[in-house]
């Protein structure tokens, strides 16, 4: 019985441990914060939906096979960016489901600042993640600001660093500085 | 005689002899038929059919080839939109969080 109850629950984490594996996080957690939102921004950009838009997605230039290859290696694209007009819309307790997931085998935190003050809404946090394949190569990154009036979490899965992200810069109208800031 | 003034000829109305009708039901009652050799390509109903259907296939392919194009063009300026979006809020938070680094701990007022 009890041999049972230890597959059975195994059976139900393989999921969870298989996304995992792929440096892509489970954002669901930071739906009912979205509601709370007084703005809101999310992408959400599948690997299927990359494939078959990169073909037209850059034009000839002089930075187009760098950007090439870092959409090549893009598996998907997740951004939640949200504001609240109250500093108490949400707290550290709403972002746990996330930060849980990044403890996980595989994350590396390469930049962290938490701060914590006096007040109840007196706190921030800033993180950086690395995922790391089982052969040592990157399988996305994480990016986290959690303040008391806005929250933004990215998750870029795939082969690509910060310093990566700046390959893709001026192309899509995006800045040239992507990346640079932390990535060099 | 150029070739404009050869089609207009060649498409230009032309009246029907006066006794076709006459000739026609004529044969229709002697049971004859006309010689194969004197068959154009669309005086069948199954060529006309034929054609019409070609026609119509060719036309159907071409919409849904151009749909299809202009379905991919849309779906990839939506995507790229996004990712625009995307890569845009992932640089405003890198410098965010480069900003609170580069902060020293006492000028952070916590």
Redesign the interface.
């Known amino acids: 019985m009890k041999t049972t109850i230890v597959l059975a629950v195994l059976t139900l984490l393989i999921p969870v441990a298989a996304s995992a594996q792929d440096g892509k996080l489970n954002l669901s957690s930071l739906d009912r914060l979205a509601e709370r939102a007084s703005e809101k ?1 999310e ?1 959400t ?1 599948d690997e299927s ?2 494939k ?2 990169t073909p ?2 850059v034009r000839p230039g002089p930075k187009a096979d760098a950007a090439k290859q870092v959409l090549s290696g893009l598996k998907g ?1 997740y ?1 939640r ?1 949200y504001e609240f007009e109250k500093d108490k819309a949400y707290s550290m307790d709403d972002i746990a489901a996330i930060r849980k997931q990044l403890s996980s085998a595989g994350w590396m935190k390469i ?1 962290s ?1 938490e ?3 006096k007040g109840p809404n ?1 706190w ?1 946090l ?1 993180e ?1 993640y690395l995922f790391k394949q089982q052969d040592g190569k990157p399988g996305g990154l994480v ?1 986290l ?1 959690a303040e008391p009036g806005e929250l ?1 979490v ?1 998750n ?1 899965v795939g082969t690509i660093n ?1 310093a990566d ?1 700046d390959g ?1 810069g001026g192309i ?4 040239h ?3 640079n ?2 990535g060099k | 005689m150029n070739m404009d003034q050869e089609l207009r000829d060649a498409l230009q109305r032309k009246q029907a002899p006066p006794d076709l009708a006459d000739r026609v039901l004529a044969r229709i009652n002697n049971g004859e038929a006309a010689p194969a050799s004197n068959r154009g390509p669309g005086s069948s109903g199954v060529f006309r059919w034929l054609a019409a259907a070609a026609v119509l296939a060719i036309a159907a392919g071409g919409a849904e080839t151009y749909y299809t194009q202009q379905q991919q063009a849309a779906e990839t300026a939506r995507v790229k939109q996004e990712l625009q979006v995307a890569l845009q809020i992932t640089n405003d938070t890198l410098a965010r969080v480069q900003s609170k680094l580069s902060q020293p701990a006492e000028s952070s007022g916590r």
């Open positions: 921004q992408v950009i939906m990359l078959s838009v037209g997605l694209v951004v960016n930049v600042n701060e914590k003050g007196d921030e800033q950086i990016i600001n933004s990215v870029i910060l992200l893709l899509l109208g995006i800045p500085n992507v990346g800031s932390l």
